[in-house]
């Protein structure tokens, strides 16, 4: 399995057998689809946007599933997220920028 799909997977992304990273369904495409985008975002100058954009669709799920009954597993999913845009928000404050 590609490394990528399996940080994908990590994050709550679902996939079957034989799927490509290309392939991949979102369960929770609202928000899934913005990170997926800033993780795989190779130019630094288009990084930033794509984390902010990232942050504001998990910041408005998590504020729409706020007692919401059944939502236990996207909340998960939600939390296991925030690590990854912390890290990628890392990347940007660094003394030099993110890499090119």
Known sequence: METGITVLL?????????????????????WQGPLLQAVLEAKSDTLAEKVEIAERAISNRLRELEGAPGSKDERLALYKA???LRELKSVLIQPDGPEN
């Not at 079957?16 to 495409?29: A, D, E």
């Open 10 to 30: 990590w994050l709550g992304f679902k996939a079957t057998k034989g799927k490509t990273m290309s392939t991949i369904s979102l369960q929770y495409p609202e």
């Open 82 to 84: 925030l690590p990854t």
